[in-house]
């Protein structure tokens, strides 16, 4: 191939071709303007190019790439995202020595020639011939703006930027032909505005709106003569002239603008002279593209925005065209980020757990009645640095989350829920005995029914040996009795549980389907914080779920209108009746003055929740509740592989943690913080016999700060059958929670048994909860 020379100009063979490239091209235009009545350039010849008249007459302007502003429910800033930095302004809204500028540099005759100058073209024809090479161009800004147009629409796709910019014949012919279209349509102030918001001016910056802001920090109406004559000699070539790289050879590159200004009688020699002295006068920003430049720490929430976006048919029906969306920009969105209680929730996180910790923490806060997402954070901030990530720890894998976290005991309300909504009383009594292997068999859904290996069954415990029944709703729920919560489920069956846990939006984080097994009641499947925020939710809001929503409105910018976008609503459905609801808040208010998540209870106003620790401290929880708001907060090793068991977290040691206990406070923090001047508002609280049965002998009061495991005592061998018939497989439930704050686990698993975040096992597999 054809080799540049040292200077890194085109060898002779490149210079011989560009040159009769330019002489033919001018031949064909003088030929096209002569001849119009014939149409054609008299290049068609052996198909080498189209007659002109063949090319289509059609060309429109490309929505241009933009950036997208995303702004909080009061209307400040979050982050500004784009593909290209550009802000489209009007011609009024740019300095006039910026428009002098530009043309006195790259198309000194564009006021007084059409679409083509046939004079520049014959002056570059002359010169080039005086210089054996291309010594000189004859592009008019209104066929550079048609190129722009191509290479706009090209995108990121490198094909395609390849065909926008290809050095051919047919390419100038099919500009030439546009550019009379535009000349013809647009006039020369429209052709000027948007030649100078689509043209590239270096250090990512697209438009002359966002090339004033980055070397100047300033808008493009205040560009002065210096400042605009230094953008208008970026354009030719943005690498070289780059003023933050290369300040000398920029200088020189203004000062050959102002000297051409002066030329061509925009401004005096003397003003040129005087404007040639001074300094750059560089003032530079950082760009600000992305979400990780998010305030409040909320770059996965903005990330989470934009997850929204590229995968809601609301805004367009394929990948591509969402995408295309996203990509094009021009957007302000508003969303539902509560500012106050953003900052709550990255507060109580600095405060509570280190970025640097083995361990990390996400919570979520979300509003009962609406979906809206008030809040979103974790410890590991937004980034690619040490201690850092982008993967939003607060929601499900295809939201850009991970394959989630083992709830625990966080999950035994839904199962209450379930229960008392099928007519079971908040007053029903299980004997809940300290040890019990799981019952047989128990009735699943679609006819099936899961059943204990006889030969070596399944076994649970409580936290401790005094901790044994009877039970009843209020104190088992209290003290987070895993035996009394066992029996629950299999009295009511498996599929009470799962069709309640649907209609509360509870799924697991990895998109997998919920397993047909009693352990489920334990928490055995991994979940979200955000799943579980809005699942409580639909307690506070007396029964009614409604699914998460992260956007209010959006309006784009196309030209110079704005037009408002649809935008995902929140679907809200009655999950279980008002009473069901009550109840419930009932039962979670008592565990919060009374059991295990007495240390999360705020200072000025009821609330009520449930905390939750899994088999081998993978995982803590504490999910709760005000009837207007409810957040969920997880703890524990996002990989899955430090257990939580002497460790120091937000520099405080800990022997072991329980749900109670670092989630519980952190929980508690953030939530005084949101509701700060909030309205102080009251459960809708029933009346629940509180168990007087026996003599209070035995039954344990359970410790106070956190949870414990129920073990796997006996065979792992259990599954669903159908017709007396294995289906699915073997594996049994292990794992469990038990009441109490101070566990006492009767032996230890294999370290690699049972992890909080279960990566195989078929149904029934109790990768379990521990004791909230």
């Not at 020639?113 to 008019?140: C, E, F, P």
């Not at 706009?152 to 030439?176: S, Y």
């Amino acid at each position: 191939m054809p080799k540049k020379r040292s200077g890194g100009g085109l060898s002779p063979t490149q210079q011989a071709a560009k040159f009769l490239g330019v002489s033919v091209l001018a031949g064909a235009v003088m030929a096209g303007i002569a001849l119009p009545a014939a149409g054609a350039l008299g290049l068609a010849a052996k198909g080498s190019v189209k007659s002109f008249d063949e090319i289509p007459a059609n060309l429109k302007s490309p929505q241009l790439s933009q950036r997208t502003t995303i702004l909080d429910n009061q209307g400040r800033q979050i982050a500004t995202v784009y593909s290209r930095d550009r802000t489209v302004v009007d011609l009024k809204d740019m300095s006039p020595y910026m428009q002098k500028a530009i043309v006195a540099i790259e198309d000194s005759r564009f006021y007084k020639h059409g679409a083509i100058d046939l004079k520049g073209v014959l002056r570059a024809l002359n010169k080039n011939a005086q210089s054996g090479g291309v010594a000189q161009g004859a592009s008019t800004l209104t066929q550079q703006l048609v190129k722009n147009y191509f290479i706009e629409e090209a995108g990121d796709d490198p094909t395609k930027v390849a065909e926008a910019t290809q050095q051919t014949l047919g390419r100038k012919i099919r500009e030439l032909k546009y550019a009379i279209q535009i000349e013809d349509k647009l006039g020369k102030k429209k052709i000027l505005e948007n030649y100078l918001n689509i043209t590239f001016f270096g250090e990512q910056a697209y438009g002359v709106e966002a090339a004033a802001q980055r070397y100047f920090s300033k808008h493009a109406k205040d560009l002065n003569l210096q400042e605009s004559a230094l953008l208008a000699g970026i354009v030719q070539s943005p690498s070289r002239y780059d003023p933050v790289n290369d300040e000398a050879e920029a200088t020189k590159r203004r000062n050959t603008v102002l000297q051409r200004m002066a030329e061509v009688g925009d401004i005096s020699q003397k003003e040129a002279e005087q404007a040639k002295q001074k300094a750059l006068g560089l003032h530079p920003s950082r760009p600000k593209n992305g979400c990780i430049t998010a305030v409040k720490g909320a770059g996965f929430f903005c990330d989470y925005v934009r997850d929204t976006v590229l995968t809601d048919p609301v805004f367009g029906k394929t990948k591509e065209a969402r995408a295309k969306l996203w990509n094009q920009g021009g957007l302000t969105i508003r969303t539902t980020l509560d500012p106050q209680a953003q900052q709550s929730v990255q507060n109580s996180v600095k405060d509570h757990v280190y970025k640097s910790d083995a361990v990390a923490t996400a919570a979520s806060i979300v509003e009962p009645g609406t979906g809206k997402i008030l809040a979103m954070g974790q410890s590991r901030p937004y980034g690619f640095g040490p201690n850092e990530t982008q993967i939003n720890l607060s929601v499900n894998q295809d939201m850009g989350g991970g394959a989630g976290y083992q709830p625990g005991s966080t999950f035994k309300p839904i199962v209450a829920a379930a229960a008392i909504e099928g007519g079971k009383s908040p007053a029903q009594e299980y004997s809940s005995p300290y040890q019990m292997p799981y019952p047989s068999p128990v009735t699943a859904c679609n006819g099936r029914t899961w059943r204990n290996d006889p030969r070596k069954p399944a076994k649970l415990t409580n936290e401790n040996e005094s901790e044994h029944g009877p039970y009843g709703m209020k104190e088992a729920t209290a003290k987070s009795v895993n035996t009394y919560y066992v029996q629950l489920i299999s009295d009511i069956g498996i599929c009470p549980v799962i069709d309640m846990a649907k209609k509360m939006g509870v799924a697991r984080a990895d998109g997998r389907k919920i397993d047909q097994a009693p352990s489920i009641a334990l928490g055995t499947q991994e979940m979200s914080p955000l799943t579980m925020a809005s699942a409580y939710a639909t307690f506070a809001s007396r029964g009614t779920y409604c699914t998460p929503v992260a956007i209010e409105s959006i309006t784009r910018r196309v030209g110079s209108e704005v037009r408002s976008l649809g935008v995902p609503k929140s679907t809200c459905s009655r999950a279980m009746s008002e009473k069901t609801a009550d109840t419930v808040s009932t039962l979670l208010k008592g565990v919060v003055e009374d059991g295990t998540g007495q240390e999360a209870g705020l200072d000025d106003r009821p609330s009520a929740g449930k905390t939750g620790t899994t088999d081998e401290r993978f995982a803590a929880w504490f999910v709760g509740y005000t009837p207007n708001m409810a957040g969920a907060v997880w703890v524990g090793d996002p990989q899955h592989k430090r257990k939580m068991i002497n460790i120091s977290i937000g520099g405080v040691p800990h022997d072991k943690v329980f749900g109670g206990e670092v989630p519980g406070p952190i929980w508690r923090d953030m939530m005084n913080g949101a509701l700060e001047g909030k309205p102080v508002e009251d459960f809708n609280l029933v009346d629940i016999p509180d168990d007087n049965s026996g003599d209070g002998q035995g039954k344990g009061r359970g410790g106070d700060n956190g949870d414990t495991t129920g073990q796997v005592i006996g065979g792992l061998i259990g599954g669903l059958t159908d017709g007396g018939t294995t289906d699915g497989g073997t594996t049994g439930d292990a794992g469990g929670t038990t009441g109490g704050t101070v566990p006492a686990p009767t032996f230890s698993l294999p370290g690699n048994f049972i992890q909080g975040q279960g990566n195989g096992g078929l149904p029934g597999h109790g990768n379990g909860g521990r004791r909230g």
